[in-house]
């Protein structure tokens, strides 16, 4: 099923329906020989991609997406785990083609697309992983991140209820064309929403604990790794920490490289998206070479 047109920034809208029956809304625009697949972070819709994917699909077919329960996408009744996300990924993987795929992934969607992955890694050329969530990262583990987490899965959905979880969102988000910033301000502040972040925070660190005792076999599939190099408000020691956790995880792979974004905290896609956008070209320009 497909509506809506070009007129939006992301193209036309779409959905998709999983063998259990769920639909899952994506947006694409764009042709050419790879169709490049957008992850946003936990719990947001694809209106993180604004600055991104439209560049892209200059020169390849751009796809953002929605996660179950966010954006426009039916809600998912099984426990949102990482290996339950990588499924419906893949599913709409099958539903665009048979690619060639770059999958570009954000926060923790690094993880998911990296989970994903390993489904069938002949049909992708790469993935970039924009500050991605990280096994790596000790921080995760603490007794105080524990507590945070199960402290968010609790306090969002009670401020989307009494209509203050919109005060907790990134001004950034808004710096993007008007349709997609709409978008956001409509789609990710709800209740629904605020639920979907929750659910994908209530398994995050076991799934991180498998991640990091079982990582996802990549082989020599190329691995681009954007790390944020500047500390935000509160960051002065998770930020390098971070970075080192990327850089690990780089000298892990057989064929990955690491890239600063020097403007950037976590939020690359909005402070420094031409250098994601400059990753995923090289990607298609140097096979194209090749």
């Given at each position: ?73 039916d ?29 570009v ?14 489904a ?18 000790k ?24 209509g ?5 969102g ?13 978008d ?32 996802p ?17 509160g ?15 780089v ?21 420094d ?18």
């Open positions: 099923m497909s509506h809506s047109s070009d007129l939006h920034t992301f193209g036309s809208s779409t959905y998709i329906q999983t063998r259990d029956g769920r639909k899952l809304h994506y947006m694409s625009k764009g042709t050419g020989e790879y169709t490049v697949v957008f992850e946003s972070g936990m719990g947001v819709s694809r209106s993180s991609w604004g600055l991104v994917a439209p560049v892209i699909a200059k020169y390849a077919r751009a796809v953002v997406y929605d996660r179950a329960g966010a954006g426009r996408s809600v998912d009744a099984s426990p949102r785990t990482l290996a339950r996300m990588a499924e419906d990924l893949n599913e709409l993987l099958a539903a665009l083609g048979s690619g060639p795929f770059i999958l992934g954000h926060s923790w969607g690094g993880p998911i697309v990296r989970a994903a992955a390993t069938d890694l002949s049909r992708l050329r790469g993935l970039v992983l924009v500050d991605p969530s990280d096994e790596h990262l921080l995760y583990f603490s007794r105080l991140a524990k507590w945070g987490f199960s402290l968010n899965g609790v306090l969002i959905p009670f401020l989307a209820r009494l203050l979880y919109r005060f907790l990134f001004k950034e988000f808004l710096t993007q064309p008007a349709d997609v910033a709409a956001h301000l409509r789609e990710d502040y709800t209740v629904q929403a605020a639920q979907t972040v929750a659910a994908e925070t209530k398994d995050f660190v076991q799934d991180m604990k498998r991640l990091r005792e079982q990582p076999r990549l082989d020599d599939l190329e691995v681009s790794i954007v790390s944020g190099t500047r500390p935000g408000k960051e002065r020691k998770i930020r390098p920490a971070i970075v080192v956790a990327h850089q690990q995880t000298s892990k792979l057989s064929n990955a490289r690491w890239v600063e974004a020097p403007h950037s905290g976590h939020l690359v896609m909005f402070t998206p031409e250098i994601i956008i400059d990753e995923i070209l090289r990607m298609i320009w140097d096979k194209k070479k090749a």
